[in-house]
């Protein structure tokens, strides 16, 4: 089955790190650019991180941005996202995605993981 | 950064009826959007892309049109499954790529 399944939510302090895990299954992960989306329980999509196929190109939401790293292992056939300096406000539900389509970045997606849940919380 | 607008927030519809759904970006994006579907507890599902192009499996109920910085969703008889909250994204000028705030299609 072709799926993407996150993984490394957790309940984290204000000023902590987390990194979050998306392990893809039934397909090769090296074809396909990924990214990260959030969303704050009862909150609209925030898109947090985009990444090309070998890692070469990255980008970043500007609230995240010096605080949150994205990187790929496509060994390993999966995607992940470093997390430090954590505050309240990256509370979300972390969502990873696939490009709806391989060989290219193309910046829409047509694959989804379930999410995983961080909450930052003293 | 583009600044995507949806309107209305939410839409009250009854089943058969037609939904239209507007998107509005702050600047052009060409036929740079894509529409997700998104259903309580579930991740988003895409929906359409290039503005008017459906992904494989979506009804052909579902409609996309428009261009530089007007975008409209239509359903064009909405089905019980179809009450749901739907987004618009940008994706021609990145980082960052950015959504809608979502519109929420509701039983009348």
């Known amino acids: 089955e072709v799926q993407l399944v996150e993984s490394g939510g957790s309940v984290v302090r204000p000023g902590g790190s987390l990194r979050l895990s998306c392990a893809a299954s039934g397909f090769s992960l090296d074809d396909y650019g990924m990214t990260w989306v959030r969303q704050a329980p009862g909150k609209g999509l925030e898109w947090v991180s985009g990444?090309?196929?070998?890692?070469?190109?990255?980008g970043y939401a500007d609230s995240v941005k010096g605080r949150f790293t994205v990187s790929r292992d496509n060994a390993k056939n999966s995607l992940y996202l470093q997390m430090n300096s954590l505050r309240a406000e990256d509370t979300a539900f972390y969502y990873c995605?696939?490009?709806?389509?391989?060989?290219?970045?193309?910046?829409?997606?047509?694959?989804w993981g379930r999410g995983t849940l961080v909450t930052v919380s003293s | 950064e583009i600044v995507m607008t949806q309107s209305p927030a939410t839409l009250s519809v009854s089943p058969g009826e037609r939904a239209t759904l507007s998107c509005r970006a702050s600047q052009s994006i060409n036929r740079d959007l894509a529409w997700y579907q998104q259903k309580p507890g579930q991740p988003p599902r895409l929906l359409l892309y290039g503005a008017s192009t459906r992904a494989t499996g979506v009804p052909a109920r579902f409609s996309g049109s428009g261009s530089g910085t007007e975008f409209t969703l239509t359903i064009s008889s909405l089905q019980s499954e179809d009450f749901a909250v739907y987004y618009c994204?940008?994706?021609?000028?990145?980082?960052?790529?950015?959504f809608g705030g979502g519109t929420k299609v509701e039983i009348k």
């Open positions: 995605a696939r490009d709806l389509r391989g060989g290219g970045w193309y910046l829409y997606f047509g694959l």
């Open positions: 994204q940008q994706y021609d000028t990145w980082p960052p790529l950015t």
């Open positions: 990444i090309n196929w070998n890692g070469g190109s990255t």
